[in-house]
């Protein structure tokens, strides 16, 4: 029963961000399309709970997600197509946060979001993928930087003279580093507490400029 409900919550996600907004891959907006979808990241979501990533196959997909294999490539191009999907929508959602929570420093929306997606994290370390998705967050962070850049948001005197790319890729990889060893060990600690650990104060408003 405690697995299951772990289970759905991890297809909730998955589903949400599909019907209801997000990412719309391929400029579909077909509702029938848009179910396949979601079918088919759930289904990858299940077997990865069983199975390694990388043993997966698209005919266990397909079978897992009841549609044929026609739907499946009607929809996605590959298996790490879909993967692909499931990230973007992870990231999308957490830029989301951050862009309504402005009153929050950017460390609480991290924790926070760690905290609802406990379980597909958990799933990510299970596969030993946790940094597929920090890959998206550097991608997704310095193109947001490069847009404020361009926008004239972000003035030149803000990273000191510094590198900024560096600057933002210690931040996250600091940051994703205690998110990966709190994952890897099971969560027992309380993930608010390494607040008070590290000293991140000198440049957590910096964080907030560059993540939004």
Not at 72 to 80: A, G, H, I, T
Not at 85 to 102: A, G, P
Not at 134 to 141: E, G, R, S, T, V
Request: include cysteine.
């Amino acid at each position: 029963m405690k697995c299951q409900a772990k289970t759905n919550k991890i297809h909730n996600f998955i589903i949400f961000v599909s019907l209801l907004g997000g990412i719309i891959l391929k400029d579909s907006f077909n509702p029938s399309s848009l179910r396949s979808k979601a079918e088919i990241c759930n289904a990858l979501l299940r077997l990865m709970e069983d199975h390694p990533y990388e043993e997966i196959t698209v005919k266990q997909i397909a079978l897992e997600a009841k549609l044929v294999r026609k739907t499946f490539y009607r929809n996605f191009d590959s298996k790490e197509d879909v993967l692909e999907t499931i990230l973007d929508k992870l990231i999308y959602e957490y830029r989301s946060q951050l862009i309504v929570s402005n009153k929050m420093m950017p460390l609480d929306v991290i924790f926070n979001f760690c905290t609802q997606h406990k379980d597909l994290l958990l799933l990510f370390d299970k596969n030993n993928m946790m940094y597929r998705i920090q890959q998206k967050l550097n991608d997704a962070i310095l193109v947001k930087h490069e847009e404020f850049i361009a926008l004239g948001l972000v003035s030149t005197e803000f990273f000191c003279g510094l590198d900024p790319k560096y600057q933002i890729l210690f931040n996250i990889g600091g940051i994703w580093n205690v998110i990966c060893h709190w994952t890897h060990d099971g969560m027992k600690d309380d993930l608010y507490s390494f607040e008070q650990d590290i000293e991140f104060d000198l440049y957590c408003e910096k964080i907030r400029v560059v993540l939004l």
